[in-house]
């Protein structure tokens, strides 16, 4: 590690005078030639300690140092050493990539004569080269990172701040962006890189955690990591139903957290214990049981407390359709084109009864275009959408009484209380009568909602508000649930939670669609199908993807090398 | 389908009493907007201070300037002893309007020859200086007749009585043709927002899956919608009888059918607007696109008789122009119900067109 580039020392910052603060007495130090990784899930402050360092917000209490200068009172002097990108960079979208360049070098004065080797190193570090007549607004959204990249760095900073810049980014320039940050750490800037994605905090030289404002850890990740070292084992090959045995490990006192895998389940025991001991505490006598090393959020939710204990109340619900192998979902031939180009060509799979089936792809693939023809939202150009057998085309209003929708951003009326989001649901799906009242009271005792029922959605806490958002989505006991990134940026334990009822309601017949980007997410699907260039590119058990992307000599990949590999091969294919 | 429309009803209704900004939008601020607009217009032309050059030193002169002091128009006279300095004061707009009376004025009208009275009107400002034009010949006018005395026959005298706003009063006629726009620009602000506000939300897919079929959306939205301005406009009417003292002569009744009609077509085309927009900003630009020449033609400001016949063809398809047609009737003269027929099936016409062309782009966005 290198000297310090900023201090933090007890910073405190709050927005609402009487609310909790943003960031609650945070101290930390970032490194110079080292990546800093600033992670937590959505609200937990990340973004607001990322302004304090830029010094584009100023502390309530505490102080920070910036590259020697004072982030309030000296702040001009250490502007020209930080380079800032927000989430959203500022690129203009009308603006080709090299009028971008340019701007960005006016403001930071680069010299003309300089500017051309600066662009031409820029330009070359982030292979856009051959795009520099692209306007901004027409590239995807790991070039736009990219360029985003190359105007932060006009101006040579010492310290470098991205908010979130793997947002929104597929794997595969998600991993480019990684690589170029690493050389520039190398080259000795400091740089501080924001995220929700634990995965990423594994791969930064330090991390501060944070937690609603709080600082959870800070220092190298692995020292996190080896809290819950020896604590983590994967059942492997058990009897019977995955969700029904990480339902009943949950609920084991020697289990602190579990999820699952692909095909298997991963747990974080509350001490270490021997496989055996295990095998036997969970009664899984068969099972194939394998310590493995930890990941970051096997630590992140050990510090949280764990997961979830308790069963989800949706598990006694009675149970939906008597045939398990009916198919439920189908997508056939589904294509869609606006204009000249096709979002969606021939898609084609079906979803059984009780299935989780997930939808991966990178944005703009065609994954959202898809998912929208499957609950009704686009007509398709050609080929049929079937729920239950019903075609949209056909009888979309009987259709889409069959579907649950829980779109990405809790699609909740704010102003209205509780009690009315939920009315509202009830009529808008036709509930009157004792059906409404029945449909309300199991709903409220469902997830307790009686004391927070006058209370305005937009102020619940993001947990309850997530179970209102799926509480309306379930009054009316749909058979099939639609799911749009449901949990993206949300922290683990909110996350856990949410899927041991989504397990719960696939238990009991309930056949359930996913998109996500989240890869971590992809895994707790029975099956998912990999889209690319609007085509299923590949389609099977996560474990099946995994190994078909496996090569000869190296190490079971995860889903991301998984995917990286898969669409490799596609264009390969594709170019020949 | 009727407790799925009720249901969107009552979500609507609940979702703007609660929201303090649509609450302010609409209740508050209208009223509030009457009475300032009410209020700058009579500004206009009261209390004008009047600029006076005169050359002329007898005593004929100084009656006539007395005249002019004392009407309650003018709050004002500036003596002025060089031309320049008049000229100035108007330049400055001190004054809106000029007097100069030449250095024969007196000696003119003492030999029974015609005198002349020079007036300077401040041609920016048209409206103020054709009403003090008018003000000014009146007082001349009856200078002159009380000049010739009972010895010369009096001339033919004209008599002008002014209908349904004896007094000229401004505020009478401003506030009917005000109360129509802003009932307008209320009836555009809740339907425009509403599609537009949901889709940046993200309930609006929310809806869309639901079994709610596109033409329910439609009611649903726009009846709150005609429901939410109706209340807004009660309020304004509240505030022109009781605070601002308009008459309202003709059927209340009439008013609020005429009026439900006219909602009904405005809500329309804020909600082809709304569903056009993407977000509320786009809807907002869209609303002011369309309501700056809707505004323009319907008759506000300049009367449509005035227009080329072209453009009164197009003022007949702004149900604006119906409706402060209507609401002057109502106000003013309590015109019979065949006049606000009259003006109503256009209204009815128009709403029907613009509704189910929003409700058919509604559909074609979704595809």
């Excluded at chain 1, 649901?425 to 469902?446: M, P």
């Excluded at chain 1, 359930?512 to 590119?537: K, N, S």
Aim: charged content about 20%; some cysteine.
């Amino acid at each position: 590690m290198g000297r310090p580039l900023a201090q933090i020392d007890r910073v405190t910052k709050r927005f609402v005078k009487t609310g909790p603060p943003a960031i609650d007495a945070v101290t930390a130090s970032i490194a110079a030639g080292a990546i800093t990784g600033v992670v937590g899930p959505d609200g937990a402050g990340k973004t607001t300690l990322l302004r304090l360092m830029a010094g584009l917000l100023a502390p309530d209490e505490g102080a920070l140092t910036v590259c020697g200068f004072d982030s309030v009172r000296e702040i001009a002097n250490a502007r020209p050493s930080i380079a800032y990108m927000p989430q959203h960079f500022g690129l203009y979208e009308d603006l080709t990539v090299i009028e971008n360049l340019h701007l960005y070098a006016d403001l930071r004065s680069v010299d003309e004569s300089e500017r051309g080797g600066v662009f031409e190193r820029l330009l070359d570090f982030t292979n856009l080269a051959q795009f520099t007549k692209r306007r901004a607004g027409k590239l995807s959204g790991g070039m736009k990172q990219k360029l985003g990249l190359a105007c932060a760095l006009m101006g040579a900073p010492q310290l470098l701040l991205l908010d979130e810049p793997s947002v929104g980014v597929d794997p595969i320039s998600r991993r480019e962006l990684w690589r170029m940050i690493l050389e520039l750490a190398d080259q000795g800037i400091g740089v501080v890189w924001s995220t929700a994605y634990l995965d990423e905090a594994e791969r930064c030289e330090s991390v501060i955690l944070l937690s609603e404002g709080k600082p959870v850890y800070h220092g190298p990740p692995v020292d996190f990591t080896h809290k819950v070292e020896g604590k983590v084992a994967l059942i492997r090959n058990m009897p019977g139903d995955k969700r029904d045995v990480l339902m009943r490990a949950m609920e084991a006192p020697e289990i602190l957290d579990g999820v699952i895998q692909g095909n298997t389940i991963r747990l974080v025991l509350n001490n270490p214990m021997a496989e055996d001991q295990l095998r036997s505490a969970l009664s899984l006598a068969d099972a194939e049981i394998e310590k493995v090393p930890p990941r970051f959020e096997d630590a992140f939710m050990a510090s949280l407390g764990g997961g979830p204990k308790k069963r989800s109340p949706f598990t006694a619900r009675p149970v939906h359709g008597a045939a398990p192998d009916e198919i439920v979902i189908k997508a056939d031939a589904l294509t869609k084109k606006f204009g000249d180009f096709t979002a969606a060509d021939q898609i084609t799979f079906s979803i059984r009864r009780g299935e989780v089936f997930g939808l991966i792809g990178p944005n703009g693939a065609g994954k959202s275009t898809t998912f929208k023809m499957l609950c009704g939202l686009l007509r398709p150009t050609s080929g049929h959408a079937r729920i239950s057998g019903l075609d949209f085309a056909a009888a979309p209003s009987k259709a889409r009484a069959r579907l649950g929708y829980m779109a990405q951003k809790f699609s909740l009326y704010g102003d209205l209380t509780v009690r009315q989001n939920l009315e509202f649901f009830a009529g808008a799906y036709g509930l009157s009568g004792k059906r409404k009242t029945a449909a309300l009271d199991q709903a409220i005792t469902t997830f307790n909602f009686a004391p927070y029922l006058e209370a305005q959605a937009a102020r619940l806490p993001l947990g309850y508000k997530q179970r209102l958002a799926l509480s309306c989505a379930v009054l009316h006991d749909p058979d099939v649930l639609f799911l749009d990134e449901p949990t993206s940026g949300v922290d683990p334990r909110t996350r856990r939670e949410f899927w041991t009822h989504i397990n719960a309601m696939a238990r009991r017949g309930v056949t359930i669609m996913v998109t996500t980007h989240f890869l971590d997410e992809a895994e707790y699907c029975d099956r998912i199908a990999l889209i690319f260039r609007g085509r299923v590119i590949a389609e099977g058990l996560p474990d099946e993807l995994k190994t078909r992307s496996r090569r000869e000599g190296a190490d079971a990949p995860t889903l991301e090398q998984a995917f990286i590999t898969l669409v490799r091969e596609f264009d390969e294919r594709e170019a020949i | 389908m009727w407790l799925r429309i009720r249901t969107l009803i009552v979500k609507e209704l609940l979702a703007s009493a609660l929201d303090a900004k649509t609450r302010w939008l609409v209740l508050y601020s209208p009223p509030l907007l009457l009475l300032i607009y009410a209020f700058a217009i009579t500004q206009e032309v009261k209390n004008i201070p009047v600029a006076v050059y005169n050359e002329d030193a007898g005593t004929v002169s100084r009656d006539l300037i007395a005249r002019f002091d004392g009407s309650p128009t003018f709050s004002e006279i500036l003596y002025f002893d060089s031309w320049k300095g008049a000229a100035a004061a108007i330049d400055s707009r001190q004054a809106a309007m000029a007097i100069r009376l030449d250095s024969a004025f007196s000696r003119s009208i003492a030999a029974g020859k015609p005198a002349k009275v020079q007036l300077i009107l401040d041609g920016r400002r048209s409206n103020t200086a054709q009403i003090l034009e008018g003000y000014a010949a009146r007082i001349v006018a009856d200078f002159n007749k009380e000049l010739a005395g009972d010895d010369i026959r009096p001339p033919t005298v004209i008599v002008a009585r002014a209908w349904f706003n004896p007094n000229f009063e401004p505020l009478w006629s401003a506030t009917p043709a005000l109360f129509a726009v802003l009932t307008m620009v209320v009836g555009f602000m809740v339907s425009a927002l509403t599609i537009a506000r949901e889709r940046e939300l993200g309930t609006f897919e929310q809806l869309l899956v639901s079994p709610i079929r596109p033409f329910e959306i439609m009611i649903g939205k726009a009846v709150p919608a005609v429901l939410i301005a109706l209340a807004s406009a009660v309020a304004m009417l509240a505030l022109g009888s009781l605070v601002l003292q308009v008459p309202l002569r003709g059927s209340i009744i009439l008013l609020f059918a005429a009026m439900i009609i006219f909602l009904t077509s405005i809500v329309g085309i804020g909600l082809f607007i709304s569903t056009l927009a993407s977000n509320q900003q786009q809807a907002v630009i869209g609303l002011f696109f369309y309501m700056m020449p809707a505004v323009l033609i319907s008759g506000y400001a300049s009367p449509v008789e005035n227009m080329p016949v072209w453009l009164q063809w197009l003022a007949e398809s702004d149900p604006l122009m119906h409706f402060i047609v209507i609401c002057k009737g109502v106000f003013l003269k309590n015109v019979p119900a065949s006049v606000i027929f009259e003006h109503t099936w256009p209204m009815a016409l128009i709403a029907v067109f613009t509704l189910s062309a929003a409700a058919w782009l509604f559909r074609k966005r979704l595809t």
